[in-house]
């Protein structure tokens, strides 16, 4: 009896007469407002799923951007008795520990956002990964930069038929940071624009650091940045905060590209702040981990047959600019 109550007992998740799915849901870090956005709407998705069979209680923690503290969080929730774990992993090449102890108490494991390795992700059945390819977003931010630039002819502010640019970098190291860099500034010259390189700056995907990284930056070029092309909205967030600042009015700025499709973001292109995001559909990718966690306690396999490699289900970026940000905003 003790057994049963402290711990996720063996092979308790072929069980499909029990009255209660406890789900573990961990982030890398509680200052993410996307992630944050996202286990909000990942809360509200596993509680509709409730039936008058089955229960669902969702607790949610973070790793305080720490992989060993993340590591001790989940050990404390299988000792809890959660039935599935949904993971955002601070370090995506490190997931070793938390796979042995899912895997010993038999608790199935939804990663989502940070993209295990692949050799991880294929040690034992139950482990599954939700979210989207970097390399799509970074392409259409690129065609959405290009697109507008090529409209826009007076970006070029000082006619040299180059743009000088930018780049707010999020996480060295991050899969993330390293294909949306590389395939949005790839993209934009193969649209056949010329680019000039002022500065690349790591600012860990936080506004605030971004803003800081922003006000130098301000101080050394004045008017001659002309494009910045940002990781995510935060960071592309900061760059409008550092302007405004400093005093540019808006014609004076250079235009400003994020990822993500936060609600500031999409505000701040209804203002004509930023000139456009790339969509990370937080609805869609949340569902999908909800559907997950409930099927796999369920013992069934109607959403799992549907996987890419039985592990993998890709959410699709959505390209947002001033002709259709209203249509997100709505959401």
């Known amino acids: 009896m003790s057994f049963a109550v402290t711990g996720c007992q063996q092979n308790q998740r072929i069980q499909t007469d029990r009255d209660v799915l406890r789900v573990g849901v961990v982030t890398y870090t509680q200052d993410d407002p996307?992630?944050?956005?996202?286990?909000?709407?990942?809360?509200?998705d596993l509680k509709?799923?409730?039936?008058?069979?089955?229960?669902?209680?969702?607790?949610?923690?973070?790793?305080?951007?720490?992989?060993?503290?993340?590591?001790?969080?989940?050990?404390?929730?299988?000792?809890?008795?959660?039935?599935?774990?949904?993971?955002?992993?601070?370090?995506?090449t490190a997931p070793a520990k938390i796979i042995r102890l899912a895997?010993?108490?038999d608790i199935p494991i939804?990663?989502?956002?940070?993209?295990?390795?692949?050799?991880?992700?294929?040690?034992?059945?139950?482990?599954?990964?939700?979210?989207?390819?970097?390399?799509?977003?970074g392409v259409m931010q690129g065609e959405t930069a290009a697109e507008y630039i090529k409209n826009h002819p007076e970006v070029d502010k000082n006619q040299d038929g180059k743009i000088q640019y930018v780049l707010l970098e999020g996480e060295a190291g991050h899969q993330d940071t390293i294909s949306r860099t590389d395939y949005s500034v790839r993209t934009v010259l193969e649209a056949g624009i010329s680019l000039e390189k002022l500065s690349y700056q790591f600012a860990d995907w936080?506004?605030?650091?971004?803003?800081?990284?922003?006000n130098r930056l301000i101080s050394q070029y004045g008017e001659g940045i002309e494009l910045i092309l940002s990781n995510n909205d935060e960071m592309a967030l900061g760059a409008v905060e550092a302007y405004r600042k400093a005093g540019y009015e808006p014609s004076q700025r250079p235009v400003i590209f994020g990822i993500d499709g936060l609600d500031d973001a999409l505000e701040a292109i209804e203002a004509g702040e930023m000139q456009g995001t790339v969509y990370?559909?937080?609805?869609?990718?949340?569902?999908?981990?909800?559907?997950l966690a409930f099927e796999v306690f369920k013992g069934?396999?109607?959403v799992r047959k549907e996987l890419k490699e039985g592990r993998y289900y890709v959410s699709q970026y959505q390209q947002v600019d001033s002709s259709n940000v209203e249509e997100f905003l709505d959401r």
């Open 206 to 214: 936080n506004r605030g650091q971004a803003e800081n990284r922003m």
């Open 300 to 302: 069934e396999q109607q």
């Open 280 to 291: 990370n559909d937080k609805e869609d990718q949340a569902l999908q981990i909800a559907k």
């Open 110 to 137: 939804v990663f989502f956002n940070r993209e295990p390795v692949k050799e991880d992700l294929m040690q034992w059945e139950y482990l599954y990964y939700v979210g989207c390819k970097a390399e799509q977003s």
């Open 34 to 44: 996307f992630i944050n956005a996202l286990t909000d709407k990942l809360k509200e």
């Open 103 to 105: 895997r010993q108490d």
């Open 48 to 92: 509709a799923m409730s039936t008058k069979d089955v229960k669902v209680i969702a607790s949610v923690k973070n790793g305080d951007n720490d992989q060993k503290n993340q590591d001790e969080t989940i050990e404390e929730m299988i000792d809890a008795g959660c039935d599935v774990l949904c993971v955002n992993l601070v370090d995506r």
